[in-house]
């Protein structure tokens, strides 16, 4: 006897082919909607959303043992007593941050001016390795420093061998080399915080090309620039790419930044930084103050913060010159360039959003304390 047929009839097969037609069809309809949107997000004018995207983005990639081990993250509320580590980001307002609290008194470990330096007693500017010695190199003027040169790795590693953080005599180091300075003068036992002032990257290379011009007192002071377009100084002379994302993630000046140290920088930054803005430095100010403990019920600061916004107008070493359009051609050829320091900008924005609940609920915690 002949087993029955498992074939199709011929209208059974034509639907079924259909239906998986049709199935197919919606999956490639469904996969092109979702790149669509995707797209749509990434360039809409919705610039918070996009950060968002750069948030998730940023979770990938793990800290930095420097980082991860010597410094409080911002979950963290300050302790009644923590050493600083400020990243002073030339032409970023660092200058003027360290002006507020040289005002307030703070001891500060930084470099001096050395027109300054060389009025020093020589015990005090070429102390021995063992020499650390807390001074008032502006008497009467006001401010306390320490007798290192935080610039340098040279002078953070003579910093390292004087015992700078363990101590105990600075409350705030300006350095320019954030990780190289977190590895080697912070460690378990003697942690830190870390502050920074953030500018527009491209905003801050066209302030440093008028400055420069005329900065006599510069080392990097720069004669040949003046009377020289942007754009022709952008494509021909400037040689500073991605400088953030370098130094966050301990790479030297003429070593290539790529999305691996982005994603490093972003990280870094969420999860240790306390950020300020350039273009919000009072608001700033306020929060490094709640961050630092710093006394505002004393007479001597509340003087220091009018002195600073109290008229409108912060004083600065700013200079006045032409403003750059976005879309110019000098503004896009700096952009080529700094590509990944403009994204983790755009980071540090939504960090700067995010962050003012928490830094506040650090005040709150210490008024409480204080009942």
């Known amino acids: 006897m002949k087993e029955a047929s498992t ?14 037609r049709a199935v197919v069809l919606g999956l490639v309809l469904s996969i092109f909607n979702y790149y669509n949107s995707l797209s749509a997000v990434v360039s809409t004018d919705d610039t918070m959303q996009s950060r968002r995207l750069l948030s998730s983005w940023a979770q990938t990639h793990a800290l930095s043992d420097w980082a991860r081990y010597n410094f409080r993250p911002l979950s963290v509320a300050p302790g009644e007593k923590e050493i600083v580590l400020f990243w002073h980001i030339p032409k970023s307002g660092g200058t003027t941050a360290k002006s507020i609290y040289r005002c307030m008194d703070l001891t500060i470990a930084s470099r001096l001016n050395p027109s300054i330096e060389s009025r020093l007693n020589p015990s005090i500017s070429n102390a021995d390795e063992n020499g650390l010695i807390v001074f008032e190199p502006f008497g009467k003027r006001g401010g306390t420093f320490v007798n290192v040169d ?21 409350d705030i180091l300006f350095v320019m080399e954030p990780a190289f300075a977190g590895e080697h003068l912070f460690d378990r036992e003697h942690t830190g915080r870390i502050l920074c002032l953030f ?21 990097t002071y720069r004669p040949e620039w003046k009377g020289m377009d942007l754009f022709e100084w952008a494509t021909t002379q400037n040689q ?26 972003m990280r870094l930054v969420e999860k240790r930084f306390v950020v300020g803005l350039t273009d919000e430095m009072k608001e700033s ?12 019920t004393s007479l001597r600061n509340q003087n220091c913060m009018r002195r600073f916004f109290g008229h409108g107008t912060l004083k600065s070493n700013s200079n006045s010159h032409p403003k750059m359009e976005p879309g110019s051609p000098a503004w896009d050829a700096l952009a080529q360039g700094n590509a990944l320091d403009i994204q983790l900008y755009e980071y540090i924005l939504l960090m700067f959003d995010q962050q003012r609940e928490v830094i506040d609920s650090y005040a709150t915690s210490v008024n409480e304390m204080s009942l």
């Open 7 to 20: 074939t199709k009839p011929p209208t059974e097969r034509l639907l079924l082919k259909k239906m998986m």
């Open 150 to 170: 935080m610039t340098t790795r040279s002078g953070i590693l003579r910093a390292e061998r004087m015992n700078l953080v363990p101590s105990g005599k600075v």
């Open 199 to 219: 500018r527009h990257p491209l905003k801050r290379l066209e302030s440093k090309f008028y400055y420069l011009q005329t900065a006599t007192w510069e080392k």
């Open 240 to 265: 500073e790419n991605n400088i953030m994302v370098k130094k966050l993630a301990g790479l030297r000046f003429n070593d290539t930044a790529t999305e691996a140290e982005l994603r490093l920088a």
């Open 285 to 296: 100010i306020r929060r490094f103050n709640i961050v630092m403990n710093v006394d505002l």
